[in-house]
């Protein structure tokens, strides 16, 4: 039963401290991505990668990283430096790195509130 | 600066009638353009896509139509349920610097029993 899934659902940051969330994929897609959504907002990126050890910044990388070490494994840390990192975040793969804009297929996301 | 725009961010229909949800873009670059669906606290599911060389895509109940010119895409969906009700966002991609996929913002269906 192939997927990407998330964990956790939903997760809480104190202030100052890093939080890394989970993305994993058993789909055998060459890439990744994460977004971020606000309420009323489309879908934001925040860093792609089209192949292992390999990553690109999306339009709003400022207080993320991301490591992509393994093809199916691409976690994200919200780091202290992000001001406002209370959103839904949203992983997503697609079949190849030929083409960007390919299909891309979504986890169930994860929910992130600061305390 | 938006590229891709669903200016009404909720419509209402009833059950068993038509829904025609809208999606306007700007750039010139997209060539590809999808649609997904979401509920509430989970990723959105593609639905349907279709590529420039097209003007229509058909698939079940749901329909793409696009029209280059006037740089607009619709959803339709017919017969309408009450399952359909969701956040359907719509996105597009293209070439250079339009490679990623950009999204709308999105527009809340309410499907009335």
């Known amino acids: 039963d192939g997927g990407i899934t998330q964990s956790p659902k939903y997760l809480f940051r104190k202030e100052g401290q890093n939080v890394t969330l989970s993305c994993e994929q058993n789909l055998n897609h060459d890439a990744m991505y994460w977004y971020r959504q606000d309420p009323g907002q489309g879908l934001r990126l925040i860093y792609y990668s089209q192949i292992v050890n390999d990553f690109q910044k999306g339009d709003i990388a400022e207080g993320y990283s991301v490591s992509r070490e393994k093809k199916e494994s691409f976690p994200l840390t919200v780091t202290s430096a992000q001001k406002n990192p209370t959103a839904f975040y949203l992983c997503?793969?697609?079949?190849?790195?030929?083409?960007?804009?390919?299909?891309?297929?979504f986890g169930p996301g994860t929910r992130l509130l600061v305390l | 600066d938006q590229q891709v725009k669903q200016n009404s961010p909720s419509l209402s229909v009833q059950e068993g009638r038509i829904s025609i949800l809208n999606c306007d873009y700007t750039n010139s670059m997209f060539d590809y353009f999808l649609w997904y669906k979401k509920y509430p606290a989970e990723g959105p599911t593609f639905l349907i896509s279709?590529?420039?060389?097209?003007d229509k895509n058909e698939d079940g109940r749901f329909t793409v139509f696009l029209n280059k010119s006037a740089k607009h895409l619709s959803l339709h969906i017919v017969p309408s349920q009450p399952g359909d009700s969701a956040v359907y966002f719509c996105?597009?991609?293209?070439?250079?610097?339009?490679?990623?996929?950009?999204f709308g913002s999105g527009t809340q269906l309410t499907v009335l029993p």
């Open positions: 996105a597009a991609s293209g070439l250079g610097s339009a490679r990623q996929l950009t």
């Open positions: 279709i590529s420039s060389i097209k």
């Open positions: 997503a793969s697609s079949i190849s790195s030929a083409a960007l804009g390919e299909t891309q297929y």
